[in-house]
């Protein structure tokens, strides 16, 4: 009788504090189930953002706040300690308000004190396993659905009006609000113990191939394949993994811009096509003076279609931190053999370098 | 206040940070036709977040597409202007080696077919898409400030899905083990036009790795997964993802696994493209009606809403065009047998 009037006063309670997560009786046993579920998982009443009672907003409220990007082990060591509390004070507010529960709820109540209690050990515990999935509400159930709310709900409210039938629905409301602040707190630490420091890890990762794909050389399809193909090994392992150290070179076509040795003006240079035959361009190395400096190194050949001399000369191109790059070849001009000096600086400004009038003129004529 | 966080992860083709509107814009739409969602407001309750991958695609073929440019122009610079006609066949076979490289301007079926292939068969490409995708995911997730998480990809994004979550989770990193599915997992693997089959690495065959539903005491990497193929779609034909008794018996009989085959078509007979579009898949309610049930309990659309709400829609798209819809993608479907490069010819195909 006393608990009878308990559940109506709480509900009517809920009522005047919001309609919004009022329980009013229910249709039958499925209904009951229905709105629990609802007010629970879309409307939040219960451990959520509108729950209003003052144990939820307190919790909720303390653990909002987010650390600084760069945390110390004496910040993640005070989450933990709140965390500690707030788990106590959750255990705490269960024990009371799961008190003298009837029959059909018994193991339910003792499954949900059970696992409060593990949850405590893994908050307190520095190296545990926090397992907050369990954690996460289903389809009114938690623990990979070792506790379900429904089959007890629908038990109590085989006859909608019967006492039990409130009774039920408010410790399952009860079960559902301690369940999901202990799904808050459990978060909020795996957050600081674990999500963040790999976070950090993969961002390292994530940087280090922005740099390969941006900083590092262009790459055609078939050096793509090449450096690839020798970086399989370590696809293979399934695991987030680090760029190559460098990469290899295969006849890359590009430009540079030449100066003929012995030419009076100093305006006689151009741009000159050329391929880089082979050749390796290392990144990153470690345990080295150079470690920061990429450096890398190709044979190349120079290629003139026009009609003095050979086609073909022959050199070495030497790169410097992935921008600069600087080489010499030879080639028989028709008058003999000259030495070129090559520079390039940005390869894909040089278009920009080269005479638009005969671009354009050499792209229309082809139309 | 926590939400669930949905993360949308992209399939072939330009996507910049607002491809997933469209589909979003549908579940929100329809949200709202559900009994227990009514009244509620969908943007309080799911966190959106568009994973991005294609831009490392983009640099790279920038960056190679410059350096095939200055080649060209240096050559082409190098030349006599007054020989037209040889300027003109340089320049052709110039044009010819720049289109089969992808240096030239990006056309439909290089940036569609390209990004299958890169992602497949480059490892390095692959890599560093897992490596950003899983950045991605960790970079929202890291705040602790959520309810439960959920992954959709679309198309080439459900292998992106696949392999970068079972990297993840199988990732030792500095002082870290690898992330355990008990202290998180996502509460739905969503695989829209799911290709994830076809497009299988040989070190990691998708019914064997560690990206399965079921429990948590058995591990599995998600409480729902929800494998959805079009009954037309032909980019989801070759190599199917249609497995039996997968991962085992048990978790096959229950809603953990769904195999999810729509056949409607909401597109002209000029248009059967769209028939894998990530939208149009979602406008389906045995699309959407599953992942909702995942996200929010199974017990919030009960099945007799469910049925009347398949039934209105299959009498919505009624259609005399739909007829000629449906014999042309017909002719399209490629055979369960073929392989990925089917894929290939398909996205030529649809699009001809």
């Known amino acids: 009788m006393?608990?009878?009037?308990?559940?109506?006063?709480?509900?009517?309670?809920?009522?005047?504090?919001?309609?919004?997560?009022?329980?009013?009786?229910?249709?039958?046993?499925?209904?009951?189930?229905?709105?629990?579920?609802?007010?629970?998982?879309?409307?939040?009443?219960?451990?959520?953002?509108?729950?209003?009672?003052?144990?939820?907003?307190?919790?909720?409220?303390?653990?909002?706040?987010?650390?600084?990007?760069?945390?110390?082990?004496?910040?993640?060591?005070?989450?933990?300690?709140?965390?500690?509390?707030?788990?106590?004070?959750?255990?705490?507010?269960?024990?009371?308000?799961?008190?003298?529960?009837?029959?059909?709820?018994?193991?339910?109540?003792?499954?949900?004190?059970?696992?409060?209690?593990?949850?405590?050990?893994?908050?307190?515990?520095?190296?545990?396993?926090?397992?907050?999935?369990?954690?996460?509400?289903?389809?009114?159930?938690?623990?990979?659905?070792?506790?379900?709310?429904?089959?007890?709900?629908?038990?109590?409210?085989?006859?909608?009006?019967?006492?039990?039938?409130?009774?039920?629905?408010?410790?399952?409301?009860?079960?559902?609000?301690?369940?999901?602040?202990?799904?808050?707190?459990?978060?909020?630490?795996?957050?600081?113990?674990?999500?963040?420091?790999?976070?950090?890890?993969?961002?390292?990762?994530?940087?280090?191939?922005?740099?390969?794909?941006?900083?590092?050389?262009?790459?055609?399809?078939?050096?793509?394949?090449?450096?690839?193909?020798?970086?399989?090994?370590?696809?293979?392992?399934?695991?987030?993994?680090?760029?190559?150290?460098?990469?290899?070179?295969?006849?890359?076509?590009?430009?540079?811009?030449?100066?003929?040795?012995?030419?009076?003006?100093?305006?006689?240079?151009?741009?000159?096509?050329?391929?880089?035959?082979?050749?390796?361009?290392?990144?990153?190395?470690?345990?080295?003076?150079?470690?920061?400096?990429?450096?890398?190194?190709?044979?190349?050949?120079?290629?003139?279609?026009?009609?003095?001399?050979?086609?073909?000369?022959?050199?070495?191109?030497?790169?410097?931190?992935?921008?600069?790059?600087?080489?010499?070849?030879?080639?028989?001009?028709?008058?003999?053999?000259?030495?070129?000096?090559?520079?390039?600086?940005?390869?894909?400004?040089?278009?920009?370098?080269?005479?638009?009038?005969?671009?354009?003129?050499?792209?229309?004529?082809?139309? | 206040m926590a939400k669930h966080i949905v993360f949308f992860v992209h399939g072939m083709g330009k996507h910049d940070d607002k491809w997933h509107e469209p589909g979003l814009e549908v579940l929100r739409n329809v949200f709202g036709d559900y009994d227990a969602f009514r009244g509620a407001n969908f943007d309080d309750l799911i966190d959106p977040v568009p994973v991005v991958y294609d831009n490392l695609i983009e640099t790279w073929r920038q960056k190679m597409s410059a350096d095939f440019t200055a080649f060209r122009a240096a050559l082409i610079g190098g030349m006599d202007p007054s020989d037209i006609s040889k300027l003109g066949s340089v320049n052709r076979q110039l044009d010819k080696i720049e289109g089969w490289i992808g240096a030239g301007e990006s056309d439909f079926v290089w940036s569609h077919a390209m990004d299958v292939v890169l992602y497949r068969f480059f490892s390095l490409v692959s890599m560093a898409i897992d490596v950003s995708v899983s950045r991605q995911i960790l970079e929202k997730l890291k705040s602790g400030s959520f309810l439960t998480w959920s992954v959709l990809g679309h198309s080439l994004g459900t292998s992106v899905v696949h392999n970068a979550l079972n990297s993840l989770y199988g990732t030792g990193l500095e002082g870290q083990p690898p992330l355990n599915v008990s202290e998180t997992r996502p509460r739905a693997i969503m695989m829209v036009a799911n290709v994830s089959r076809v497009l299988q690495r040989e070190s990691v065959k998708v019914f064997e790795s560690r990206v399965q539903p079921g429990p948590l005491s058995a591990k599995r990497m998600c409480g729902f997964y929800l494998n959805v193929r079009h009954r037309l779609d032909p980019i989801t034909y070759p190599m199917p993802f249609n497995p039996d008794l997968w991962p085992d018996a048990s978790t096959f009989a229950t809603s953990a696994y769904q195999h999810i085959q729509p056949s409607h078509l909401h597109l002209n007979p000029d248009e059967i493209f769209k028939v894998h579009d990530f939208d149009h898949y979602l406008k389906n309610p045995r699309v959407h009606v599953p992942f909702f049930r995942a996200l929010f309990g199974a017990s919030l659309i009960p099945d007799p809403e469910f049925t009347a709400v398949r039934t209105q829609f299959d009498a919505a798209v009624q259609s005399s065009n739909l007829d000629l819809a449906r014999k042309r993608l017909e002719a399209k479907l490629p055979a369960p047998s073929a392989n990925w490069q089917a894929i290939i010819d398909v996205i030529k195909k649809l699009r001809s």
Not at chain 1, 6 to 16: D, E, F, Q
Not at chain 1, 78 to 85: L, P, T
Not at chain 1, 246 to 263: D, E, T
């Open chain 1, 2 to 367: 006393r608990r009878s009037i308990v559940c109506a006063l709480w509900l009517v309670s809920l009522r005047a504090l919001g309609a919004d997560c009022g329980i009013d009786q229910q249709a039958d046993a499925n209904a009951h189930v229905t709105k629990v579920l609802g007010l629970s998982s879309v409307t939040g009443c219960f451990g959520r953002g509108n729950d209003e009672s003052p144990l939820a907003k307190r919790i909720l409220a303390e653990i909002e706040p987010a650390l600084p990007p760069t945390r110390t082990t004496e910040e993640v060591l005070i989450v933990r300690d709140s965390a500690s509390g707030w788990i106590r004070d959750i255990g705490v507010s269960f024990s009371a308000a799961s008190a003298n529960p009837d029959s059909d709820w018994l193991p339910v109540v003792e499954l949900m004190r059970s696992r409060l209690a593990e949850a405590k050990l893994q908050v307190d515990t520095f190296d545990a396993t926090v397992e907050a999935a369990y954690w996460e509400l289903g389809d009114l159930d938690y623990f990979d659905g070792a506790l379900d709310l429904k089959a007890p709900i629908r038990r109590s409210c085989g006859v909608a009006t019967a006492p039990s039938c409130a009774s039920g629905v408010a410790l399952a409301t009860e079960i559902v609000r301690h369940g999901e602040l202990v799904h808050a707190v459990l978060n909020k630490v795996l957050s600081e113990r674990r999500l963040v420091p790999i976070y950090h890890e993969v961002v390292a990762l994530d940087e280090k191939w922005d740099y390969y794909f941006e900083k590092g050389r262009s790459q055609y399809l078939w050096e793509l394949a090449l450096n690839g193909a020798l970086y399989r090994r370590k696809l293979e392992s399934n695991e987030l993994a680090p760029p190559p150290n460098g990469q290899w070179i295969l006849l890359h076509p590009g430009a540079a811009v030449q100066f003929v040795r012995g030419n009076q003006s100093p305006d006689d240079t151009s741009a000159v096509a050329i391929v880089e035959l082979v050749g390796y361009n290392r990144l990153w190395s470690q345990g080295s003076v150079l470690r920061d400096l990429p450096l890398g190194i190709s044979a190349i050949a120079t290629v003139s279609l026009n009609e003095q001399g050979d086609r073909l000369g022959w050199g070495a191109m030497v790169h410097i931190k992935n921008k600069f790059s600087i080489g010499a070849a030879r080639r028989d001009v028709g008058t003999g053999k000259k030495t070129t000096w090559l520079v390039s600086v940005d390869l894909g400004a040089l278009l920009l370098k080269v005479d638009e009038e005969v671009k354009n003129r050499v792209r229309f004529s082809s139309e």
